[in-house]
């Protein structure tokens, strides 16, 4: 009898480009792919939109900062909102 457990540094099931455009919403394709390639979890991303919209302060104040993987999403998805400085 084969049985399939889970350790705890097993990640769970990656998710598809449809699963982050309806997550997401409108991200253009070369940020999708750089974040496929970072082979995220359903709950990486949904932490990453979460904190990408400026939610994620109230996660961080109920005790869940934000690392890993969504913190490398969350870049990706921000780059270009760091690039545009204030006019002057």
Same mark, same amino acid.
């Given at each position: 009898m084969?049985?399939?457990h889970q350790?705890?540094?097993e990640r769970s099931a990656t998710i598809s480009r449809d699963d982050l455009r309806r997550i997401l919403g409108?991200?253009?394709d070369a940020k999708i792919i750089? @974040? *496929?390639d970072l082979k995220p979890t359903l709950p990486e991303v949904e932490q990453a939109a979460i904190?990408?919209?400026?939610?994620?302060?109230?996660l961080a104040k109920s005790g869940h900062p934000l690392a890993g993987v969504a913190s490398d999403i969350v870049d @990706? *998805?921000?780059v270009d909102e760091e690039d545009e400085a204030p006019p002057r």
């Open positions: 084969t049985s399939e350790t705890s540094g409108d991200v253009d750089e @974040i *496929l904190w990408a919209t400026g939610d994620g302060d109230v @990706i *998805l921000t």
